[in-house]
Nanobody, 124 residues
Framework: QVQLVESGGGLVQAGDSLTLSCAGS????????IGWFRQTPGMEREFVST????????FYGNSVKGRFTISRDNAKNTVYLQMTALKPEDTAIYYC?????????????????WGQGTQVTVSS
């Protein structure tokens, strides 16, 4: 089992950069694949990015490809989401999630554990 806590959200202007962190508890954090999703009111959770347990494989949603970078430091039990060239449409609550077996990274239903989320607001 793993517990996840997101941080780093805030209010920024369009074009700015922001880095989110997902801190995990427990000695087994390093065996989990970690994904980032985002959600706005009334919308389904949208896939943002996923990184494999060892950091070798990364996946990105089409809307963030080329602007966002996911990375992890297992020694610190933390996964990062570096966001650049932010747009107003990136405004959402961002969640990180963990899964042991990575089948379809973009499907939120495969993830077993979720954090509480952190709000990102991008003003125009």
């Amino acid at each position: 089992q793993v517990q996840l806590v997101e941080s780093g959200g805030g209010l920024v202007q369009a074009g700015d950069s922001l880095t989110l962190s997902c801190a995990g508890s427990g000695r087994t954090f390093g065996i989990y694949h970690i994904g980032w999703f985002r959600q706005t009111p009334g919308m389904e959770r949208e896939f943002v990015s996923t990184i494999s347990w060892g950091g070798v494989d990364t996946f990105y949603g089409n809307s963030v490809k080329g602007r966002f970078t996911i990375s992890r430091d297992n020694a610190k039990n933390t996964v990062y989401l570096q966001m650049t060239a932010l747009k107003p449409e990136d405004t959402a609550i961002y969640y990180c999630a963990a899964v042991r077996v990575l089948t379809t990274p973009e499907d939120p239903h495969i993830y077993s554990y979720w954090g509480q989320g952190t709000q990102v607001t991008v003003s125009s």
